[in-house]
């Protein structure tokens, strides 16, 4: 049910049937992922959370992962290239670059310096410590 709702469906078509030129669709592969399409499941345990971005077909190296306080920011490089052999002679040739990027919020701030990350099969997962609070209140000298 979801895949039927789109949002601007009515200039979607409109563009579509105006100007059928300037609507053009990619000939290979799948078009370049928006942020609301990197899924994203966030659990939490009692001393840290866990993160499970999918980030299907894109190397490691092109995946970046920023924590600022509470705030983890996911950013990734898109490429696809299509194959040409040598011995062909090419007619047309066709790449998609581009980025798609996701920043959320969690409840506490996270400790940066034991913080991991690690990416497998196209998912991409964050083992995030929470930063412990100073225990107590800090009783103060009055002067």
Do not use: C, W
Request: no cysteine; glycine share 6%.
């Amino acid at each position: 049910m979801n895949a039927l709702m789109t949002r601007g469906g009515l200039f979607d078509d409109f563009f579509r049937d105006v100007a059928p030129g300037f609507y053009i669709k990619p000939l290979h592969g799948d078009a370049l992922p928006t942020p609301a399409q990197i899924k994203v499941d966030v659990k939490e345990s009692g001393d840290a959370y866990t993160v499970q971005a999918e980030i299907p077909g894109v190397p490691k190296e092109d995946i970046q992962v920023a924590v600022d306080g509470n705030v983890v920011s996911l950013r990734a490089e898109i490429k696809q290239q299509d194959s040409t052999s040598p011995d062909a002679k090419t007619l047309r040739s066709e790449r998609y670059y581009g980025a798609v990027s996701r920043s959320f919020q969690l409840a506490t701030d996270i400790d940066q310096t034991q913080a991991k990350a690690k990416y497998d099969n196209g998912v991409l997962t964050l083992t995030l410590p929470k930063k412990q609070a100073l225990s107590g209140a800090q009783r103060l000298t009055i002067d």
